[in-house]
């Protein structure tokens, strides 16, 4: 089953996740400016995320 998933390293964790806004389901989650969450059994793969993010802290495998 492919799943949705944060790349830490990419994340710059400075600001609010756009990606968070885009989601379908409401699988991302974010704690102030630190990296976000996604909320596995929210998630769909849609993918919408993973085009969002500017950085590719966003994927999905």
């Known amino acids: 089953?492919?799943?949705a998933y944060v790349i830490k390293e990419?994340?710059?964790q400075n600001h609010?996740?756009?990606a968070?806004?885009?989601?379908p389901t409401r699988a991302i989650i974010?704690?102030?400016?630190?990296?976000p969450?996604?909320?596995v059994e929210k998630c769909i793969t849609c993918g919408k995320c993973v085009q969002i993010c500017?950085?590719?802290a966003l994927s999905i495998k």
């Open 54 to 56: 500017p950085k590719g």
């Open 30 to 35: 974010q704690a102030g400016y630190q990296a």
């Open 20 to 23: 968070m806004k885009h989601c």
């Open 1 to 3: 089953m492919a799943v």
């Open 10 to 12: 990419n994340c710059p």
């Open 37 to 39: 969450e996604i909320i």
């Open 16 to 18: 609010v996740c756009p």
